[in-house]
């Protein structure tokens, strides 16, 4: 049985090759959307990953330390320890910022982790070259994302600081590639003031009479030394012993500390269904609207193509095709085209995909999924087409 379809696009191939390249390439920016918003989940998974923690403290009623600042006492992690079932605590600090090397700026999440051994929370659990952290000050940890090399100088606030290891997929909950520093210094890139303001600060403590009394001797200087010190870390992270239950710890830490706790699960739900759900939205609605796009084209497409042979439909009906018939080779011109187009997008998407400079996530899923949509969405478009050929009068085909 000869395909009235096949023998069609054979007929028209160079036009019809053209139209489903250009909605290819409409697919294709469609499935990079949805790894845009997959990348953008993988990535605040990563984040937990990384971080190695079961147990998030943070400041009481915040959301922090990612989704929120907080701010907490740098010397909680010791109670925290002593509470049975802890295994390993750390105290963090996370800082967005711009990080400089020359006249390059690179933003990057500056994330302060606590000296000792190796593998403690918060750590970067593996590197790609170079070595971990071993001094207190100067020395730092990047991510490869950040185009940062072994030996590399970059100055992180007032203070110049050695790349001495690599990081691969250490990266924020938006993206941002990660720079490990020593705590201490962390600190101070964060909560510590610039000289001129901590003397700014000084002479407006001096000048309120409330701490320049006599009878209080030394009040003033304990006020000014309270305002230049960085005793504040972002959140505490603690590993849980494998034989205890991490949400029984968590209501302990919580309910004796009277701070806010979050498990993995917790913050995992903070990270993906508060952080990126206005992101997530918006790509819904893009993929919504790239949808009818998509189902336009490829109507307008196929009704142009029926048009253009209303005479070779007329001599089909006059010698006694069945609507079916004819239904079918339209209907197969449509999904013929949506296929060639979801095979351009496809191999399109996964050409510039490492290109973007957003993680992109391309999962199979995704792509079964989507190619679903195009051959549904393509046997609607072809519904209008369809109804106008149906419509054809026999008598044309020997009309003038």
Known sequence: MISLAGRDIQHALGKFVFTGFGLGLLIGVTLTMAGVYRGMVDDAKVLLDN?????????KDT???????SSIYDDVWRSIRS???????????????QVRQGE??????????????????????QL???????RGHYEAVADNASGFKIGDDIQIRRNSYKVVGIT?????????????IPLRDAQEAQFLKDNDAIWQQRRRTGENPNFNRPGVPGLLDAVIDSQSTNAYVNAVLVQVKPEHNVQTIAETIQRWKRLTVYTRSQMEEILVGKLIATSAKQIGMFLAILAIVSAAIVAF?????TLGKIREIAVLKLIGTRNRTIAGLIMQQAIALGVIGFVVGKITATLWAPVFPKYVLLQPLDSIIGFIAVVVICVLASIIAIRAALKVDPAEAIGG
Request: aromatic share 8%.
């Open 168 to 180: 691969r997929r250490m990266v924020s909950s938006s993206g941002d590639p990660m720079v490990f």
């Open 301 to 305: 497409i196929i009704y142009t193509l």
């Open 128 to 134: 790609i070259a170079g070595r971990q952290i071993t």
């Open 63 to 69: 959301l922090g330390p990612y989704a929120e600042s």
């Open 104 to 125: 390059r700026d690179v933003r990057a999440m500056v994330t302060g982790i606590t000296a000792g051994e190796f593998g403690l929370p918060g750590w970067p659990p």
């Open 51 to 59: 971080s190695s923690a079961d147990i998030w403290v943070v400041q």
């Open 83 to 97: 509470i049975p079932g802890v295994a390993r605590v750390a105290n963090v600090t996370y800082l967005t910022m």
